[in-house]
Every structure is written in C-alpha cells, then in structure tokens.
C-alpha cells in the first residue's frame, strides 16, 4: 500500500473541512494536497468515480478521511446526491480542491486540428472546465462564512504543448471560469484560484504522448533546474486554502520550478 506524504504537522487547517475531488491514486496531485491537508488537521471528504472507489478509499483511510462520497460530474443526478451526502456529514465546509480532467487520449497526439473531434471536444470541456463552475455553485451554498476554493490547470493553456492539443483548450477555459467564479463568490468571501503544476508523473500524464519528456524537458528548463515536486505543488494549495491566502483570489498561480518565466531557454538560444 502506497504510504501517505510524509509532511510536518501542525494546525493551520484545524478546524477546516472540505472536500478532494479528482484523487485516482498515490502518484495524483490531488493526493499530495489531501495529505498536506490532513497534515495541518483539516477534516477531509474524498469523492470518486465508481471504478476509483477501491483505490480511493484505502489512500483517504491512511489519513483519517471517514466521507466517500461517489460523485459523477457529468450527471446532475449524481451530483445533487454527492452534495446532499456532504452536506449531511459535514454541515458546512470551508474548501474545495477540485482536480478533475479527461480527455480522449487518441486525440491528445498530432495535429489538433486534424484530431479533435465534436463529440470528445465537448466531453473535454464538460468534465475539465464546466465540471468547477457547477462543483463551484453547490459548494458555495455550503459555504455561508466564506471559504475557498482551487482547481489545478497547466500551460498548455497558455502557450502551445505538443500532444496536449484539447486539454489546453480546455485549461484556458477552466483558467477564465475561475477569474469569473471568483468575480461572482467574492462579496460571499469566498476565494476562488488556480494552481498551474509543472508536469508530474501522475496518471494525467501517462495519457499524453511522450509525457516522459514534457518532465524531463520540464526540468531541463525550468529556472531551478529541477523536477516539479507534489510537496511543492500541496504547500502552495495549503496557502491557498488555508488563512494564510487571504486576500488572494482570481489567481493562476504557476509551481513548475519556474519553467512558464523562461522565454528562450539558454540551451537554445547558445550561438544565436
């Protein structure tokens, strides 16, 4: 069994409840915020898709997570149960890590043009960007004294990634809903940001064609010269959930050992 982060306690989150969407195992980036959350004493619920559900809800028993809530996003049936279940056992909450994407990976190679079709297209959008506004609106009803809320993104939204094609699309419009989710929760007092994560070795990454060397590149690039760490990536998510981020929201906040800065990497640009 895979173990928990091994992270310093302490009790900034003391107090806190919340829920973890998007956990498929123990390499998942949602999994390392989780851990550095129970680390900090929040309370945490893990929702899952039914075939995640037997890798799920052991890595949520090793940190003390009692609420497994299933959860489909594409079903507003499924939905209305997931909420109406955590807000039974919880009452209130305080955040919401939203870490959820999919994309036909035969589509996530080449030409996007040529590879995107109407039916994935859509369903890319559904489940990675609409996914937050509608996870966004029931949450906040639980939220009547203001909390926060993050989602994870990457810079194919920004800038072209080979064989990323559809999913940067899709994080473009996950990034603009979370200035606007923002725009609208904020006289609620509720923080809304993302988080652009470096590439990580996780199960996302193991759909995209050479994903291998997306990290490998990733490193060679990055300002600090080193991979994108989990640890990393949970500290910022911590802030951000946590008193520490207040005041900060409509955020895209980039941990990737500052790979985005870099315009032409010194490799490269040698001889020009």
């Known amino acids: 069994m895979a173990e928990a982060l091994n992270l310093p306690k302490g009790e900034l989150m003391k107090g806190k409840k919340g829920l973890i969407m998007g956990v498929a195992n123990h390499n998942s980036i949602a999994w390392g915020i989780a851990c550095?959350?129970?680390?900090?004493?929040?309370?945490?619920?893990?929702?899952y898709i039914e075939a995640m559900e037997k890798r799920v809800r052991p890595l949520g028993e090793q940190i003390g997570?009692?609420?497994f809530i299933p959860a489909e996003v594409t079903d507003d049936a499924s939905m209305d149960a997931a909420f109406a279940q955590l807000k039974t056992e919880f009452g209130e909450i305080?955040?919401?890590?939203?870490?959820i994407a999919f994309s036909?990976?035969?589509?996530?190679?080449?030409s996007f043009v040529e590879n995107t079709t109407r039916e994935n297209f859509l369903r890319s959008m559904d489940i990675s960007a609409f996914s937050f506004v509608d996870c966004a609106r029931r949450a906040q009803a639980l939220m009547p004294n203001g909390g926060s809320m993050i989602t994870l993104t990457y810079l194919g939204s920004e800038r072209v990634i080979p064989n990323y094609n559809v999913m940067g699309v899709c994080k473009a419009a996950l990034e603009a809903a979370t200035r606007y989710i923002a725009r609208d929760l904020g006289p609620q007092k509720i923080r809304v940001n993302a988080i652009s994560a470096g590439a990580i070795r996780t199960l996302s990454l193991a759909g995209i064609q050479d994903g291998r060397r997306m990290i490998a590149q990733g490193r060679q690039f990055s300002a600090l010269k080193e991979d994108t760490s989990v640890e990393g990536v949970a500290g910022c998510a911590l802030w951000l959930l946590s008193d520490l981020g207040r005041s900060t929201t409509g955020e895209v906040v980039h941990v990737d050992a500052g790979f985005h800065m870099i315009g032409l990497p010194e490799e490269l640009g040698e001889g020009a």
């Open 36 to 47: 550095q959350l129970a680390a900090q004493g929040a309370e945490l619920a893990f929702s």
């Open 65 to 67: 997570v009692k609420t």
């Open 94 to 99: 305080d955040f919401l890590v939203h870490a």
């Open 104 to 110: 036909d990976k035969n589509e996530l190679r080449g």
